[in-house]
């Protein structure tokens, strides 16, 4: 099985960085997954990490190294619309996406 | 531009009634499944499918079953709703995995269950 472990909840103020961990113990890897999910909504994708580095894509990042189990996602520039769950995921040999509980975050102004 | 559809939004069912969440996708994807969302769990997975009348068990099945008679349609069934049933499901669909890339899922909007 999967586990899967990331912080409930995170506040940062408008403009500023805001660094989600996720921390992972699995029978298999084939890529690790985060995905946006606001209020009463779908999730969205929003990045995919298979290799050790770091993935950049606009405001958001996202970073991986396999040996550590460890993975982050970095948001930059915060702003208001960003006040999501921000839920890390990874992917097992059996195709199965595993998901963590999810982290909040707040952006105040 | 809506790709997958969970026909029902809010349900409110008695313990003991058979429940269906219906769920269609119009990408053309291989792969469906059925996830639970509760505050502090995340997403467990119920059960998935990879072809028309395949099923597969997920983390969680038990008092689920599925149906995939059609390739873009997957549905939930609950045949004797609980209260601990009382949840946010969710649909998901994606291509067939690659390990090449990234199999991403396209969710539903949810279908939030109220078991009395």
């Known amino acids: 099985g999967q586990n899967i472990d990331q912080p409930t909840e995170m506040t940062a103020t408008e403009g500023a960085i805001v660094q989600i961990n996720c921390t992972y113990q699995?029978?298999?890897?084939?890529?690790l997954f985060w995905y946006q999910q606001h209020a009463g909504e779908a999730p969205t994708f929003l990045s995919y990490n298979v290799l050790d580095g770091l993935e950049e894509k606009g405001r958001f990042s996202s970073f991986l190294s396999r040996s550590k189990g460890y993975s982050y996602l970095l948001l930059k520039e915060l702003q208001m619309k960003d006040s999501a769950s921000y839920l890390c995921a990874v992917r097992g040999n059996d195709y199965k996406l595993s998901f963590g509980a999810g982290t909040t975050v707040t952006v105040r102004a | 531009d809506v790709k997958v559809t969970q026909s029902s939004r809010y349900l409110v069912k008695r313990t003991g009634e058979k429940v269906f969440l219906e769920c269609v996708q119009d990408?053309?994807?291989?792969?469906m499944f059925w996830y639970r969302q509760d505050p502090g769990l995340g997403l467990r997975l119920i059960y998935f499918?990879?072809?028309?009348?395949?099923?597969e068990k997920g983390d969680i099945p038990e008092g689920y079953s599925v149906s995939r008679e059609k390739k873009e349609r997957f549905s939930l069934i609950l045949e004797s709703a609980s209260t601990n049933q009382t949840s946010m499901y969710l649909c998901a669909s994606s291509h067939q995995a690659s390990f090449s890339g990234a199999n991403v899922l396209t969710f539903g909007a949810g279908s939030r269950l109220t078991v009395l």
């Open positions: 990408m053309d994807h291989e792969n």
């Open positions: 499918s990879y072809d028309v009348k395949m099923k």
């Open positions: 699995t029978s298999g890897f084939n890529g």
